[in-house]
Each structure stands twice: as structure tokens, then as C-alpha cells.
T-cell receptor, first 117, second 113 residues
Framework: DTGVSQDPRHKITKRGQNVTFRCDPISEHNRLYWYRQTLGQGPEFLTYFQNEAQLEKSRLLSDRFSAERPKGSFSTLEIQRTEQGDSAMYLC???????????????FGAGSRLTVL | AQSVTQLGSHVSVSEGALVLLRCNYSSSVPPYLFWYVQYPNQGLQLLLKYTSAATLVKGINGFEAEFKKSETSFHLTKPSAHMSDAAEYFCAVNRQAGTALIFGKGTTLSVSS
């Protein structure tokens, strides 16, 4: 098990371009989460999946953002028409959540840093 | 709604000194609480978690945290700081059982020799 993998680690793009990030979770984990982290702040929740179903989206996730987890394995986060305010670290995490377990322990990837010029 | 507040965005200690990082939670139900650590250019790593089994929770690298319901606190401590402890520390709470974590803004720990 190689943990949670994210690609690319760093992306520099010009304002208005589209970018896509990929996350490969721990293989036996059924839940996958996306967070955004800006300098000096804690991670902010964006969205999460249970298997292939997207169960919740934060208000932070504007119409320009879309996330998918087509086969319940890897996930992609796409940002369309990027803006300078999108510059941040995008973190992916996964967990194995059973029916009766409450404490949801997330394992995080190293993140994908986006810089919008 | 559940939330956490970390008091002090930056804490500086000398090597060998006590580390105390403060976290207060707001929760309408018994919470699940966590401390994560983030080293430069690395992902967040779980230090410890509180799941109501015991109020004093021991984690990795000599850290521990005590859940105090009367004070709605979950402060992180380590008796003796090491240079390698320098990192950013985040307190987090399950928004509701089994769902996403809500994080505090973080506390940067600096350790001087």
C-alpha cells in the first residue's frame, strides 16, 4: 500500500485555463475527500465521495469546480477558467468508513499545489 | 454545528521545554476529535484521535491530548520538545459521525536550540 497519491504535485497555469488534479486513494478505502488549503489556513472541506457517489459538496465548490470518482477508485478535481484566487494546495484524503464506526480517520496525500498567474 | 478553535497561530519553545498547543471545540453532540501534523511539503499526518474511550489520548512521537468536556478543550502536549517537532499542527472535529473533518486554522510550532 503506497498511501494516497496525488498528481501533479505542482501546477502553474495562466488565468482562464482549465486544470485537472488526480487522486489515487488507498485501495481498500471507500471514501474520498477533497480539501483546499491556503497559506496560513487549515484545510477547508470541498467535497467527498462514498464509492462513486458524491455525497456532499461545500459552498466553496463553485460551478467552475467539478469532481468525479467514476469507478469508485481514483478521483479527479477539475477547475475551469481558473482565477488567481484558486491558487492553493488541493488535498485529497481517503478513509474506510463502516456502518457503525464514528471516528472517521482520514489519510491524506501530499497535495497538489496550484499557482494561477 | 461542530467547529474547532486553535488559540495561538504561532508557538515558540526551546528544545526540551514543554509543548502546549490549545484547541477548543464547539459541538452539540459528543465529538470525535483529532490532531494532525503537517511537515513542510508533506501531507497531513494523524497524531492522535479522541473517540470517547479514554479522556487522555496518547499519540505518536510522544504527544498526548486530554479531552475536557467541562472546558470544551482538547489541548495537545509533549513534555519535552525536540527540534524535529517543528511543524504545523491542526486540531479537527468530525462534522458529524462518519463524515468530513472540520479543521482549525493551525498552530505553527517553532523549536529553538
Amino acid at each position: 500500500d503506497t498511501g494516497v497519491s496525488q498528481d501533479p504535485r505542482h501546477k502553474i497555469t495562466k488565468r482562464g485555463q482549465n486544470v485537472t488534479f488526480r487522486c489515487d486513494p488507498i485501495s481498500e478505502h471507500n471514501r474520498l475527500y477533497w480539501y483546499r488549503q491556503t497559506l496560513g489556513q487549515g484545510p477547508e472541506f470541498l467535497t467527498y465521495f462514498q464509492n462513486e457517489a458524491q455525497l456532499e459538496k461545500s459552498r466553496l465548490l463553485s460551478d467552475r469546480f467539478s469532481a468525479e470518482r467514476p469507478k469508485g477508485s481514483f478521483s479527479t478535481l477539475e477547475i475551469q477558467r481558473t482565477e488567481q484566487g484558486d491558487s492553493a494546495m488541493y488535498l485529497c484524503a481517503s478513509s474506510q468508513q463502516g456502518v457503525h464506526s464514528g471516528a472517521n480517520v482520514l489519510t491524506f496525500g501530499a497535495g497538489s499545489r496550484l499557482t494561477v498567474l | 454545528a461542530q467547529s474547532v478553535t486553535q488559540l495561538g497561530s504561532h508557538v515558540s519553545v526551546s528544545e526540551g521545554a514543554l509543548v502546549l498547543l490549545r484547541c477548543n471545540y464547539s459541538s452539540s453532540v459528543p465529538p470525535y476529535l483529532f490532531w494532525y501534523v503537517q511537515y513542510p511539503n508533506q501531507g497531513l499526518q494523524l497524531l492522535l484521535k479522541y473517540t470517547s474511550a479514554a479522556t487522555l489520548v496518547k499519540g505518536i512521537n510522544g504527544f498526548e491530548a486530554e479531552f475536557k468536556k467541562s472546558e470544551t478543550s482538547f489541548h495537545l502536549t509533549k513534555p519535552s520538545a525536540h527540534m524535529s517537532d517543528a511543524a504545523e499542527y491542526f486540531c479537527a472535529v468530525n462534522r458529524q459521525a462518519g463524515t468530513a473533518l472540520i479543521f482549525g486554522k493551525g498552530t505553527t510550532l517553532s523549536v529553538s536550540s
